[in-house]
């Protein structure tokens, strides 16, 4: 059974920072795409960032420059490492993924949500 437990969100001032933490179980992460998305309220679920089993990277528009993603194949978990936090930023990120080498991925798992609330 697939499970991704997102941890590290929280309240910051605009300008903070934060890292999100995703840890999978169940999977072959060597093997496994995964990334970020999040949802504010009354907004579509928008990319965050992808990165594929080797190492390489996917950012939406809006984060570029601020936020990065990686992930550590020994322990199972992907993270990113948000900067520069806007209130914009405000939502809940939710952990994806799904078997392949492409940060193209149709998710295939999703984790439970990690709220990350900025202050003007």
């Known amino acids: 059974q697939v499970r991704l437990v997102e941890s590290g969100g929280g309240l910051v001032h605009s300008g903070g920072s934060l890292r999100l933490s995703c840890a999978a179980s169940?999977?072959?992460?060597?093997?496994?795409?995964a990334g970020w998305y999040r949802q504010a309220p009354g907004k579509q679920r928008e990319l965050v960032a992808t990165t594929t089993p080797g190492g390489n990277t996917y950012y939406g528009d809006s984060v570029k420059d601020r936020f990065t993603i990686s992930r550590d194949n020994a322990k199972n978990t992907v993270y990113l490492q948000l900067n520069n936090l806007k209130p914009g930023d405000a939502a809940v990120y939710y952990c994806?993924?799904?078997?392949?080498?492409?940060?193209?991925?149709?998710?295939?798992?999703w984790g439970q949500g990690t709220q990350v609330t900025v202050s003007s």
């Open positions: 994806n993924g799904a078997y392949g080498g492409s940060n193209s991925y149709t998710p295939q798992n």
């Open positions: 169940g999977v072959a992460f060597s093997i496994y795409a």
